[in-house]
Nanobody
Framework: EVQLVESGGGLVQDGGSLRLSCVAS????????IGWFRQVPGKEREGVSC????????SYLESVKGRFTISSDSAKNTLYLQMNRLKPEDTAVYYC????????????????????WGQGVQVTISS
């Protein structure tokens, strides 16, 4: 059974940093593209970043480029999202997700393309 468990959310001030982690179990990193999404109440879930160890592809939401960095540690089966220079508009529930479409260049941020989801963690940026 594929499971994803996020951690690392919290409350930080404008301009601060957080690192989210997502521990995966029940599957091999190379078999999936894995990504981070976020959602605020009343809005659609949006893709933030994706990484694939299958083909090395990565992708980022335009508004987080240069501030967020996605990485993975296959030995620990863990996905990370380092978030720097956080802004109030980054406030959301963040989810990690895995797609059997192994390349980020193919699955992109189409939520329907991701079969497995974590429970989400709250990230709140105060102004």
């Amino acid at each position: 059974e594929v499971q994803l468990v996020e951690s690392g959310g919290g409350l930080v001030q404008d301009g601060g940093s957080l690192r989210l982690s997502c521990v995966a179990s029940g599957w091999t990193f190379g078999d999936f593209a894995i990504g981070w999404f976020r959602q605020v109440p009343g809005k659609e879930r949006e893709g933030v970043s994706c990484i694939s160890s299958y083909d090395g592809s990565t992708s980022y939401l335009e508004s987080v480029k240069g501030r967020f960095t996605i990485s993975s540690d296959s030995a620990k089966n863990t996905l990370y999202l380092q978030m720097n220079r956080l802004k109030p508009e980054d406030t959301a529930v963040y989810y990690c997700a895995a797609s059997r479409i192994r390349s980020c260049n193919v699955v992109r941020f189409t939520t329907i393309g991701y079969e497995y989801w974590g429970q989400g963690v709250q990230v709140t940026i105060s102004s």
